[in-house]
């Protein structure tokens, strides 16, 4: 049971404009529009054990190298299209999947869904092949980077229409619901996407329904080349859903501890038919919006203090090492992971292109 509210000692009153790079708040109070209802439990970081960490590093450095190489291949013209890297934003998907369970909870995303991917366990060789467009990509290579499913995995893309997969989402968890088989769902858009309006109906009905379902705002600081403090009124997004009284938390999203147990406690409060809580995720893209933004809407100095000073996989990296974990076994994990991206990439460049025919198959459901 979730404690009634009360305010918190630890919750400092957010400022209402926060610096693109300040570090979010600790979890703030909830506002007096529903200080008087039950919320979620304050979540802890979660205490793992170092096997545990030792996974989620290897999951954050697989997801970072993959996309490192899925940028070279881009350049080397290989991968056609859009392609958006998730590099920086790595403890969210991480953290927040770690705490699902792949094949009953589903998951969707927006277009910078390669990460996520990675994160529910599907097979790296699978993807980079549909981001160059091969028969053997988990979408026939006819999805690209953007448009990517796993309905085994109950992963249902990789959207490019902002917001859409937020109420995708809540159909997904009405689904959950009305099946009665206590799987939620995870719907994950950006800060740009919060300022889209069926977003909001989504929410109304999500609570109204008691939806199975957890809204994860990823707030990478930017919508394109626009920073969310020029863009959105009301910029603590974990607010955003007060209006509809779904509870809303700040998350450290450059922590993937942090992140992990701010997810026991969604996922405990979502399945207990409670209906449906907002995370905020603050954290940072560290490339463009795509591959093909320059990025000049900001400083060099901006990315390179946030990747010194909150770097989520080289601060994971110290606390192993704190633990005890050698730095040859460090190296030799990232090997294997070197070795698992370049297979992928050999494979994707390998592999044939789809035949001309199934330009007509996979385009309706049925037929009518
Ligand atoms: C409905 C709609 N409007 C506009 C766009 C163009 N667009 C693509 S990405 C994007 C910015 C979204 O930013 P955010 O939600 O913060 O996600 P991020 O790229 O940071 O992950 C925009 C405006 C779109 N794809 N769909
Ligand atoms: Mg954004």
Same mark, same amino acid.
């Given at each position: 049971?979730?404690?009634?509210?009360?305010?918190?000692?630890?919750?400092?009153?957010?400022?209402?404009?926060?610096?693109?790079?300040?570090?979010?708040?600790?979890?703030?109070?909830?506002?007096?529009?529903?200080?008087?209802?039950? /919320?979620?439990?304050?979540?802890?970081?979660?205490?793992? !054990?170092?096997?545990?960490? %030792?996974?989620?590093?290897?999951?954050?450095?697989?997801?970072?190298?993959?996309?490192?190489?899925?940028?070279?291949?881009?350049? *080397?013209?290989? &991968?056609? $299209?859009?392609? @958006?890297?998730?590099?920086?934003?790595?403890?969210?998907?991480?953290?927040?999947?770690? #705490?699902?369970?792949?094949?009953?909870?589903?998951?969707?995303?927006?277009?910078?869904?390669?990460?996520?991917? *990675?994160?529910?366990?599907?097979?790296?060789?699978?993807?980079?092949?549909?981001?160059? $467009?091969?028969?053997?990509?988990?979408?026939?290579?006819? $999805?690209?980077?953007?448009?990517?499913?796993?309905?085994?995995?109950?992963?249902?893309?990789? @959207?490019?229409?902002?917001?859409?997969?937020?109420?995708? $989402?809540?159909?997904?968890?009405?689904?959950?619901?009305?099946?009665?088989?206590?799987?939620?769902?995870?719907?994950?858009?950006?800060?740009? #996407?919060?300022?889209?309006?069926?977003?909001?109906?989504?929410?109304?009905?999500?609570?109204?329904?008691?939806?199975?379902?957890?809204?994860?705002?990823?707030?990478?600081?930017?919508?394109?080349?626009?920073?969310?403090? /020029?863009?959105?009124?009301?910029?603590?997004?974990?607010?955003?859903?007060? !209006?509809?009284?779904?509870?809303?938390?700040?998350?450290?999203?450059?922590?993937? %501890?942090?992140?992990?147990?701010?997810?026991?406690? #969604?996922?405990?409060?979502?399945?207990?038919?409670?209906?449906?809580?907002?995370?905020?995720?603050?954290?940072?893209?560290?490339?463009? @919006?795509?591959?093909?933004?320059?990025?000049?809407?900001?400083?060099?100095?901006?990315?390179?203090?946030?990747? +010194?000073?909150?770097?989520? &996989?080289? @601060?994971?990296?110290?606390? %192993?090492?704190?633990?005890?974990?050698?730095?040859?076994?460090?190296?030799?994990?990232?090997?294997? &992971?070197? #070795? &698992?991206?370049?297979?992928?990439? +050999?494979?994707?460049?390998?592999?044939?292109?789809?035949?001309?025919?199934? *330009?007509?198959? +996979?385009? *309706?459901?049925?037929?009518?």
């Amino acid at each position: 049971m979730a404690k009634p509210a009360q305010p918190r000692a630890t919750a400092k009153k957010p400022a209402s404009r926060t610096p693109a790079t300040e570090k979010p708040q600790p979890v703030a109070a909830a506002a007096p529009a529903i200080s008087n209802r039950e /919320r979620p439990a304050e979540p802890q970081r979660y205490q793992a !054990s170092k096997e545990e960490m %030792l996974e989620f590093y290897r999951q954050m450095l697989l997801i970072r190298r993959f996309e490192e190489k899925a940028g070279q291949l881009y350049g *080397l013209g290989l &991968i056609g $299209g859009f392609c @958006h890297l998730y590099i920086g934003q790595e403890a969210v998907a991480v953290g927040l999947q770690s #705490a699902l369970e792949v094949g009953k909870d589903s998951v969707i995303t927006g277009y910078r869904d390669h990460g996520h991917m *990675l994160a529910y366990g599907i097979d790296p060789k699978v993807i980079m092949a549909e981001l160059t $467009g091969r028969a053997a990509g988990i979408s026939r290579g006819k $999805g690209g980077s953007m448009h990517m499913f796993s309905v085994e995995h109950r992963f249902y893309g990789g @959207h490019g229409i902002v917001g859409a997969q937020v109420s995708l $989402g809540a159909g997904l968890a009405f689904k959950h619901k009305y099946a009665g088989d206590g799987g939620v769902a995870m719907a994950y858009f950006g800060d740009g #996407a919060a300022n889209q309006g069926q977003v909001y109906e989504s929410f109304n009905m999500a609570e109204l329904w008691k939806l199975p379902i957890i809204f994860v705002i990823e707030n990478n600081q930017y919508a394109m080349g626009t920073s969310v403090n /020029r863009a959105s009124s009301e910029d603590q997004l974990y607010r955003r859903g007060e !209006s509809f009284r779904i509870p809303g938390i700040q998350v450290d999203g450059m922590d993937v %501890l942090a992140v992990r147990g701010a997810a026991e406690e #969604a996922v405990k409060w979502v399945r207990a038919g409670k209906g449906p809580v907002l995370l905020e995720l603050k954290t940072y893209r560290y490339r463009g @919006h795509s591959m093909s933004d320059p990025a000049k809407y900001r400083s060099r100095d901006e990315v390179q203090s946030v990747r +010194d000073k909150s770097d989520p &996989i080289d @601060h994971l990296k110290k606390e %192993l090492e704190a633990l005890g974990v050698s730095e040859d076994d460090l190296k030799k994990l990232e090997k294997d &992971i070197r #070795a &698992i991206v370049a297979e992928s990439a +050999d494979f994707a460049e390998q592999s044939p292109e789809p035949e001309l025919d199934e *330009l007509y198959t +996979d385009v *309706l459901v049925g037929q009518y």
